[in-house]
């Protein structure tokens, strides 16, 4: 397996490249955060525990987020190519990753970190309109759904997430701080880790996205 890891702040617009670089590229998208919603909405035991966490913004415990990737991973073919939306999260993640791929002879082609002024975030995540059906992402601003409320892939109602709200948003922005930034030194030192402007608009980020991992969709929509 080979995978591109994209790593960034909540709002950074890592869902949004994810989306990008799976329609571009032939990557598998994995989203944690996702799939946690996913597990929520079902209220499976998984979901129970992990919403105890997402709630107040703060991160599953790592042991629960390697089973489920573990679980996931063994799904698809050995050669399969996935883009990680959210995961790893911490040192211990990253580290539990390395090992997971040296017995399964996988390896990381690469770790884009999109770079996102603070400010700029806060507008993000506040202004985002998610559709539970789909998992497409809207922004009320930056990329309005065509009808107001109303998914433009599939149809579905637009909803805001549970942790889009402000004390919510202001302790995930911390918990990025301090459990997630540490993985930028984690990835430099192995000389994976591409920083990449992600504060423009997102043609912008995906032109840049698109030259740095050779990907055919110059001037892909957004
Ligand atoms: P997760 O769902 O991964 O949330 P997050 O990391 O907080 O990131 P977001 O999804 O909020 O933002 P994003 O970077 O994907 O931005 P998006 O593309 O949507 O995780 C949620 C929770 O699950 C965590 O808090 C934790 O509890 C748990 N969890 C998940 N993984 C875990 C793990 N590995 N370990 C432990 N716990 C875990 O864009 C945001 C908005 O901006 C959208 O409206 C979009 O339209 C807009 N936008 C995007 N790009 C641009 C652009 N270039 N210009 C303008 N607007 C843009
Ligand atoms: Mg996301």
């Known amino acids: 397996m080979e995978i591109l890891i994209l790593l960034g702040a909540p709002g950074s617009g890592k869902g949004t490249a994810a989306g990008f670089i799976a329609g571009q590229g032939g ?29 107040g913004g703060d991160l599953v415990p790592d042991d629960m987020v390697m089973a489920m990737i573990r679980e996931r991973l063994s799904w698809d073919p050995p050669r399969t190519r996935y883009v990680f939306d959210g995961f790893p999260r911490t040192v211990p993640q990253a580290a539990l990753l390395d090992r997971h791929l040296g017995k399964e002879s996988g ?34 601003a930056n990329r ?18 549970d942790d889009d709200h402000e004390t919510t948003i202001r302790r995930r922005l911390d918990v990025y701080r301090q459990r997630t930034e540490g993985l930028v030194e984690y990835y430099e030192t192995r000389h994976l880790l591409r920083r990449i402007d992600a504060s423009g608009p997102p043609a912008d980020v995906h032109r840049d996205l698109a030259r740095h991992l050779d990907l055919p969709g110059e001037a892909a929509p957004c």
Not at 33 to 42: N, S, Y
Not at 150 to 160: F, Y
């Open 107 to 140: 390896r990381i082609l690469a770790v884009i970190l999109l770079d996102v002024p603070s400010e700029v975030l806060a507008v993000r995540l506040t202004g985002r309109r998610v559709c539970p059906a789909c998992g497409a992402i809207f922004h009320t």
């Open 27 to 55: 990557f598998t998208h994995i989203s944690t955060g996702d799939m946690f919603r996913e597990a929520i909405r079902r209220r499976t035991a998984a979901g129970r525990e992990a919403d105890r966490h997402m709630g």
């Open 144 to 161: 309005p759904p065509r009808q107001e409320g109303v998914c433009d892939a599939c149809g579905g109602s637009l909803i805001r997430r």
